[in-house]
Nanobody, 123 residues
């Protein structure tokens, strides 16, 4: 069992930055690839970014490439999402998720999910 708790969401003006954190507890954090997903009102949950177990590989959805950076600190059991140049269309609830061993962009492959943190970007 892995418990995930996100933090760092909030309100920001367009062009601003936020850093999300996701603290994990439970089984060995380094056994899991980690992902960030988001869900806007009335829309399906969508992939944002994923990082491999030791951070050697990262993948992003096209709309956030060059603006968002995913990273992890296995010593602190934490994964981060640095979000720069935020746009109103980035407004959503952001979730972190854990998947055994390999990265994937599909939500269905992730076994554990956090409760989500709201990010609101005003124009």
């Amino acid at each position: 069992q892995v418990q995930l708790v996100e933090s760092g969401g909030g309100w920001v003006q367009a062009g601003g930055s936020l850093r999300l954190s996701c603290a994990a507890s439970g089984r060995a954090f380094s056994n899991y690839a980690m992902g960030w997903f988001r869900q806007a009102p009335g829309k399906e949950r969508e992939f944002v970014a994923t990082i491999s177990r030791y951070g050697s590989s990262t993948y992003y959805t096209d709309s956030v490439k060059g603006r968002f950076t995913i990273s992890r600190d296995n010593a602190k059991n934490t994964v981060y999402l640095q979000m720069n140049s935020l746009k109103p269309e980035d407004t959503a609830v952001y979730y972190c998720a854990a998947r055994p061993f390999t990265t994937d962009q599909a939500p269905a492959g992730y076994e554990y999910w956090g409760q989500g943190t709201q990010v609101t970007v005003s124009s």
